[in-house]
């Protein structure tokens, strides 16, 4: 798994160095100061050790090539460590791994370098891509190799295992036992587990903000649906009336203009007989003169006919104002203003029109009773619309009062002229009868003029009462356009969607003004509950969403606890599980290399017992990447003794052990846990030194076992353990303070190494 290690301005490793690892078995020999425990430290280094301690300095500056009197200093340090990542195949020995040791990387070679800079920051890079440490650590968890460094025993630091403690020792073994990447999985839960916790404080907090909000405007929605249902019944209403209206108009001006088209055919018809026989009679004096009676008749018929016409349409546009008038009066009780419609306007100008037209020969006596009752119209329009607003309500109050005493009063000169209109027929009819008399011959003739002059005259009254329909037919148009606008403004254009009716009853004019009243108090209704409030119902919507939404959220977040919960609870279990047996199997590997290195004896670990007062134990390397609660659950794990029995004599700890058994108890602690969990590569850094000679052989059989499993690169002086390498590197330091890496024999490497 290990491929090689470049090492380039990491202390006294000046230039670019490789060290190719492609043996089981590697030895670094070289004269003390050369350098090569040095090489221990790049592994340390490259692998995310924090401890300056653990590498010899006390700066990070220090890890950097300090320069000579022969080599300038270097700016930077880095060390690269290659991995091979291919999947094994079937058949590979029994330490490597048979898949690929870096699943998470889809690379046949996983390199990991640090760099390190003189102003102390650092870089961390995963196939040249710049990473975290924390994605350093999870990566090579992932494949068993552990921050704690049990995989790399230094110079030293042989019974590192037997001085720390418990709880240190405890990190130790779960490291070699593979736990850590079930750690890191487990810090992560609590990590997000707190911060979902925390979230849901948060919602929980937002709604409980939002929820009076929500209840007020609930109130505001519930009375703009009452308005809303107002709204509707007067939509409802507009559509019947419209769809009768509009029909009825229809009908009526359709049945007005037939009727008149047939009155006018035969008007004309009379009158183009009655040509034909005055044109007989226009030389008799007595004729003539009875016939010029029958033309004044007709004459002064003409003229009060139109005085009368005249006066119906005056009759028509006062109840035009009446009506106005009223519907203001009911708005002015609503609003604290009054508006000037556009059709009073209109109504202003028409009427100055109506009075003004005069042709270029008028008498001076016209023209003034024009500008008479221009300045009436003006005058009347000033009073109606120019009165102080706190007294605006009664000023139109008395207007209806005034219009409705001038419709009385037009109404009983209607009927003074209508009489007038009646005599001017019976004084026509009374002339025509006198012609008649006259002619005493051709009665017949006279009997059928007389009958044609009577048609005449039916045929002319019914053309100006069709005339007078036409015109209040037009006011009634007026007034219903007015009422669709009214109605487009009140409850929009729904109002507008309806569908003709085809057939009315006889009674549609009374049911349609019993609707219009009903619309008026529907009016005053809606108006007075308020305008459609769409951006309260938006608000509302809004709210609610956010509020749903919050809902959700937590209960998505109360999901995601629980599963939190779970997933910690079985990482729980399966370290337990896991640390129990691979504890029960570091142990009886333990047993068995600790005799083979003593010829007897036993040795095991136990869990300590924890005592509540029990101070908690700190050191330098705490990790300030784990969370709280995963330190405070770390820190009631029981630590680790180590119990030991040597053969033929009796201790009773491990203070008393001596230099070489202390360096045999730990070495054969370091082989029991490789052993268990074999890690990629085991790096040890003369931990042989105290060793005698039968000792050595041991030693180097241990080795040999140990490189089946896991890749070894031993620093060492001893013969014996060299002589188990593969492969031998010679590191060398020249007068320029420089370590070299020189490949040599066997042999020569014992002769250098002494």
């Known amino acids: 798994m290990l491929k090689r290690l470049e090492i380039a301005g990491f202390k006294s490793f000046a230039r670019k160095t490789v060290l190719d690892f492609s043996s089981a ?98 870089e961390y890079s995963i196939n040249g891509s710049k990473a975290r440490l924390r994605d350093i650590q999870e990566l090579l968890a992932s494949a068993n190799i552990g921050e704690t460094g049990h995989h790399i025993i230094s110079q030293g630091e042989a019974d590192r295992i037997l001085i720390a403690h418990p709880r240190e020792r405890r990190s130790m073994l779960e490291d070699a036992l593979g736990l850590k990447i079930f750690e890191f999985k487990k810090q992560e839960a609590q990590r997000k587990l707190e911060k979902t916790e925390e979230n849901v404080k948060q919602v929980e907090a937002l709604r409980r903000e939002i929820a009076p909000h929500i209840r007020f405007l609930s109130k505001q929605v519930e009375r703009l649906e009452r308005a809303d249902s107002l709204r509707n019944e007067l939509q409802v209403a507009y559509q019947v009336y419209f769809a009768t209206q509009e029909t009825f108009l229809s009908q009526e001006k359709e049945r007005i203009e037939e009727e008149k088209a047939r009155a006018a055919e035969r008007l004309a018809l009379a009158e183009a007989e009655l040509e034909v026989f005055e044109k007989r009679t226009t030389h008799d004096t007595e004729g003539i003169k009875r016939a010029e009676a029958v033309r004044q008749a007709e004459r002064e018929l003409d003229r009060v006919t139109n005085e009368r016409s005249q006066h119906s349409r005056e009759i028509g546009k006062v109840e035009g104002a009446l009506d106005a008038a009223k519907k203001r009066s009911i708005q002015i009780a609503r609003e604290p203003y009054v508006k000037v419609s556009r059709d009073d306007f209109f109504a202003l100008k028409e009427e100055i029109d109506s009075q003004t037209t005069l042709g270029e020969d008028a008498e001076p006596s016209s023209m003034r009773a024009a500008l008479l009752s221009v300045r009436h119209a003006i005058s009347v329009f000033f009073e109606r619309f120019a009165a102080p607003s706190d007294a605006y309500l009664a000023e139109e109050e008395h207007v209806v009062y005034v219009f409705e005493n001038q419709l009385t009063e037009l109404s009983l000169r209607d009927v003074e002229l209508s009489k007038n209109v009646e005599h001017a027929r019976a004084s026509l009819a009374r002339a025509r009868e006198a012609v008649f008399a006259y002619e005493e011959t051709g009665r017949e003739e006279r009997h059928r003029v007389l009958a044609v002059a009577e048609a005449k005259a039916h045929e002319e009254a019914a053309l100006m009462r069709c005339d007078e329909q036409l015109h209040e037919l037009t006011f009634q148009q007026e007034a219903f356009m007015r009422e669709r606008n009214e109605a487009l403004a009140l409850v929009g254009v729904a109002a507008l969607s309806y569908i003709k009716i085809e057939t009315l009853s006889e009674d549609t004019k009374k049911q349609q003004d019993e609707r219009m009243r009903a619309i008026d108090r529907l009016k005053i209704r809606v108006e007075e509950a308020g305008g459609s409030g769409e951006d309260v119902r938006s608000e509302y919507k809004d709210a609610v969403e956010r509020e749903a939404f919050l809902a959700k959220e937590l209960e998505d977040l109360s999901q995601s606890a629980i599963r939190l919960h779970e997933l910690i609870k079985e990482l729980d279990e399966e370290l337990t599980k896991t640390f129990s047996e691979g504890l029960f199997k570091v142990n009886s590997s333990f047993e068995e290399f600790f005799g083979l290195m003593f010829g007897g004896g036993s040795a095991k670990l136990v869990l300590e017992d924890i005592l509540e007062t029990e101070e908690e134990h700190e050191d330098d390397e705490t990790n300030y990447s784990e969370t709280p609660a995963s330190r405070s659950q770390k820190n009631k794990k029981p630590g680790i003794e180590i119990s030991v029995a040597l053969p033929k004599k009796r201790v009773q700890s491990l203070m008393q052990l001596s230099g070489g058994e202390r360096a045999l108890t730990s070495i054969a602690l370091i082989f029991a846990m490789s052993q268990v969990n074999p890690p990629p590569f085991l790096i040890l850094d003369e931990t042989d030194a105290a060793l005698d ?9 241990m080795i040999e076992n140990l490189a089946k499993k896991s890749q070894l690169i031993v620093i060492s002086h001893n013969r014996e353990t060299m002589s188990r390498a593969g492969i031998l590197y010679g590191v060398t330091m020249g007068a320029d303070g420089i370590s070299k890496l020189l490949s040599v024999k066997f042999e020569e490497a014992v002769i250098v190494a002494k």
């Open 693 to 701: 000679e039968a000792n050595s052989r041991r030693y180097g059989d």
């Open 25 to 122: 078995a590697t030895a670094i020999v070289g004269p003390n100061g050369s350098g090569k425990s040095n090489v221990a430290e790049a592994f340390r280094f490259a692998l995310g050790e924090q401890s300056m301690k653990s590498m010899r300095g006390k700066r990070s500056e220090d890890l950097i090539f300090a320069g000579s009197h022969m080599a300038p200093r270097a700016n930077r340090a880095s060390v690269v460590i290659v991995f091979d990542n291919t999947p094994q195949k079937v058949g590979a020995s029994s330490h490597e791994n048979p898949s690929r040791p870096f699943a998470k990387l889809d690379f046949d070679e996983v390199a990991i370098e640090r760099a390190v800079f003189r102003d102390g920051t650092s």
